[in-house]
């Protein structure tokens, strides 16, 4: 994992700050999965989501790939390593190590597709959706009481 070391408040020692994914990587990542099909890439705060059809299958972060764990993932791949591709994260497959074997990982990002669930189809920006709205049920005559007056 790459990160830049840098002078913390008040003089503390160095502070870890990952360093975002090169585009030189990600066109490297998309090289190798282009037998998948379907793949599509978009920037995320300086790192990327990899899809597929749609699907978001995997992370790239600190120029290191990050796959969805499915079991049908973690089959393909026998025994693998996790780790978080970003702080705070669930852990996902690490499979940086396999970036030159392009057959195992069309193999993964295809086996991942299959095992996540269908993408959701997002709204319309302008449209909103209102409320249908239902009238409460009208209380018995006897049950309404008016207020009396003195």
């Known amino acids: 994992m790459l990160v830049s070391l840098t002078r913390g408040a008040l003089g503390h020692p160095a502070t870890r700050i990952p360093m975002a994914t090169d585009a030189g990587f990600i066109e490297y990542v998309c090289d190798q999965l282009r037998d998948a099909g379907g793949i599509t890439v978009k920037k995320m705060f300086g790192e990327y989501g990899v899809y597929r059809h749609g699907k978001i299958v995997a992370l790239a972060c600190d120029n290191q790939l990050f796959v969805k764990p499915t079991p049908a993932g973690e089959a393909v791949l026998g025994t693998p390593t996790y780790g978080p591709p970003y702080p705070g994260a ?35 920006p302008g449209k909103k959706v209102a409320a249908k709205k239902t009238a409460a049920p009208k209380k018995p005559a006897a049950a309404r009481k008016s207020p009396k007056r003195r």
């Not at 499979?95 to 993964?108: K, N």
């Open 90 to 124: 669930k852990p996902y497959l690490n499979v940086s190590d396999l970036l030159d074997d392009a057959a195992t990982l069309v193999r993964l990002i295809v086996a991942t597709d299959a095992a996540l669930p269908a993408a959701k189809k997002k709204r319309s």
